[in-house]
């Protein structure tokens, strides 16, 4: 960790770790990108647009993962990083909480059956992902990340049929918590971004309100690019 934490950083919520290049060229549009709003809405020309990813290669990019973390699963992030979701490590980590005894095995096994990759019939789309967000979301829109912090599981369980019945003990388990994550530069260019990067750093430069977004990493999160996990109250 000592590697990473010696490189640059980039955190969408603080101008000054921005590397030269980057700044540059919000810089440049910002003289030129028509005012909007709504980061989401900025209209930014697709040269713009291709200035700051080449900008951004080679960069790590400050993430959070925000989460409610049974104690054993502080840990297991530590040693093993965010993994990929997958219906086989779903399913690892109901059989862990219940033989730690925070649920039963029926209702492990309800959850088992219902989570988004056992229901295939039931969902559609791509869900192979890590979920990460950057910039003040949770500061200036808790109300986004309430039911990932509020609810034991992630998405993958709580939105499963199944859960219905057990949404009350879900919201009982584990504790809320963010994980904070240097994403490594190949994770960077192959991840998606809800809206779009540059907009949302353009925005954040402008000190737009909601200047925040999704991310959504096909890589794992490997131990070294963990940060810090930290408690929420």
Known sequence: MA?????????????ETWPGPLASNLAELDRHVPHDDHPADLAIPQEGREAVKSALLGQHLLARH???????EFDSIRSAG?????????DGRLDRAEALGY???????????STIFAAESQVRGDRNFVCLTIGPVLEEDA???SELLGTWGGEAIYFAAGARDHAQLLRTLGEPAVVQVALPPECVSRSRFFPAIE?????????????YGDVLSREAVRPYAIVAIRRLQ
């Open 3 to 15: 590697t990473l934490i010696a490189d640059e950083v980039i955190d969408v919520s603080a101008p």
């Open 143 to 145: 109300g986004a990340v």
């Open 82 to 90: 965010l993994q990929l979701p997958s219906q086989g490590f779903f």
């Open 103 to 113: 649920i039963s095995q029926t209702v492990a096994q309800v959850l088992k059956d």
């Open 199 to 211: 907009n949302v750093l353009l925005g954040r430069m402008r000190g737009l309100p909601g200047a």
């Open 66 to 72: 925000f989460t409610r973390l049974m104690p054993h």
